[in-house]
């Protein structure tokens, strides 16, 4: 089975831009997760999708946003990009409620 | 909501001792501890995990335990092997605030050393 796959690995944007990751789950996986990680804050849970849906939301800005499609893969958008907005992202993917999450490589955004 | 603390920062270690990394949680409505382990520039893998209805579990070299009383959760690894250095990753689950989700709550993460 293929894992979870973010693309692009890399990006590199200045601030005021805007950028949007892709993930594609686990297949038979629904429920797709995104977070943010940096050296500072650790692992910050970003949102939560299932079956197309928000279930819930971290404490992030409303320039973050996602969505998910009905194959189940997910994308997320940050707008009006900040310095501070430099992190590696993950996405992971899980059956659904409180089951083991699998995470991608991750997407390193890099805000100059 | 939930907060996770995680301790130590740093461990090091030489091969073949034991580990021990101890997290603490506040809401004692969480229900499912996973932990993580990070080698440098790699994902994050999922080592074992364990449910509020369990105390102990044991997968080889790795165990966990509970304590749900005391809210706290520990990973042990035994015979430290070189290639068990990474950074360890707790979390605690617990609804979010729509109700309709768990969201993990991560430690900020214990960077493990083993020299050999």
């Known amino acids: 089975k293929a894992g979870v796959t973010q693309t692009p690995r890399y990006l590199i944007k200045t601030r005021g831009q805007q950028v949007t990751l892709s993930c594609s789950p686990i297949?038979?996986?629904?429920?797709v997760s995104w977070y943010q990680q940096t050296p500072g804050q650790g692992l910050q849970f970003l949102f939560e999708y299932f079956s197309e849906t928000q279930r819930n939301k971290g404490n992030f800005p409303g320039r973050f946003s996602g969505r998910q499609f009905s194959n189940s893969r997910s994308e997320m958008n940050v707008s009006t990009l900040e310095l501070g907005d430099s992190a590696l992202y993950l996405c992971?993917?899980?059956?659904?409620?409180?089951?083991?999450?699998?995470f991608g490589d991750g997407t390193r955004l890099s805000i100059l | 909501g939930e907060n996770v603390e995680q301790h130590p920062s740093t461990l090091s270690v030489q091969e073949g001792d034991s580990a021990v990394i101890k997290c603490t949680y506040s809401?004692?409505?969480?229900?499912?501890f996973p932990w993580y382990k990070q080698e440098l520039g790699k994902r994050p893998q999922l080592i074992i995990d364990?449910?509020?209805?369990?105390g102990e579990k044991k997968d080889q070299r790795i165990a966990v335990t509970l304590n749900k009383t005391a809210k706290h959760f520990s990973l042990h690894i035994t015979e430290t092997q070189p290639e068990d250095s990474a950074v360890y990753f707790c979390a605690a689950s617990t609804r979010g605030s729509s109700g309709g989700s768990y969201i993990p709550t991560f430690g900020r993460g214990t960077s493990l050393i083993v020299h050999p």
């Open positions: 297949s038979g996986h629904r429920s």
């Open positions: 364990i449910r509020s209805n369990v």
């Open positions: 809401d004692s409505a969480s229900n499912y």
């Open positions: 992971a993917s899980s059956l659904g409620l409180n089951q083991p999450q699998h």
